[in-house]
């Protein structure tokens, strides 16, 4: 989940497809299936791009219901979709009743160097400090810590290219 044009469709597509389209084609709704083999058991991810532009309460608060584990992507190059971030994990622990709730909060876009207008220290220390959930930055374009499996939300945090204490694992310190 996130604010429209954060590029949530393009990790989905780096991660599904490894391919990264550069025209921006809003989403309404779209979901994903994988099947993964985990300890040889299949397991099968349902994945849910949802919409950034078209995001009414009801749907949001749907989406949220019916979601186990979330990623609140925002942009790197702006500030107010961090904000939306913020906004959206309020709602997702008011409508779960649950702080452990596995979120990954991904700010996308590092490749816009020169646009950068978010400091990936004092989302850090946000996220993994007050809020005890998973950080990481990414870029869908260049392929850059692109989540390459589910269990990914479960591996030590990995922010900003510097890995954490191995022993860290987010959300559960
Ligand atoms: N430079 C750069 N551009 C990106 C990156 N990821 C996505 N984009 C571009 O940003 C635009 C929006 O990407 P989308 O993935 O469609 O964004 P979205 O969050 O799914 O947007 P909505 O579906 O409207 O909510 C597109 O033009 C993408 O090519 C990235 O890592 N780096
Ligand atoms: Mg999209």
Known sequence: MGAAGVGKTALIKRFLQDSFEPKHRRTVEELHSKEYEVAGV???????????????????KLSIQNGDAFALVYSVDDPETLEAVKRLREEILE???DKFTPIVVVGNKTDRLH?????????????????????????????????TSPAASARPCVAAGRPFPKTRVCGRP
Request: glycine share 2%; hydrophobic share 40%; aromatic share 8%.
């Open 42 to 60: 299949k397991v099968t991810v349902n994945i849910m791009d949802t919409s950034g532009s078209y995001s009414f309460p009801a749907m949001r």
């Open 95 to 97: 409508v779960k009743e």
């Open 115 to 147: 646009e950068r207008r978010v400091s990936a220290d004092d989302v850090l220390a946000k996220v993994e400090m007050d809020w005890n959930n998973c950080f990481l930055e990414a870029s869908a374009k260049e392929n850059e810590n692109v989540p």
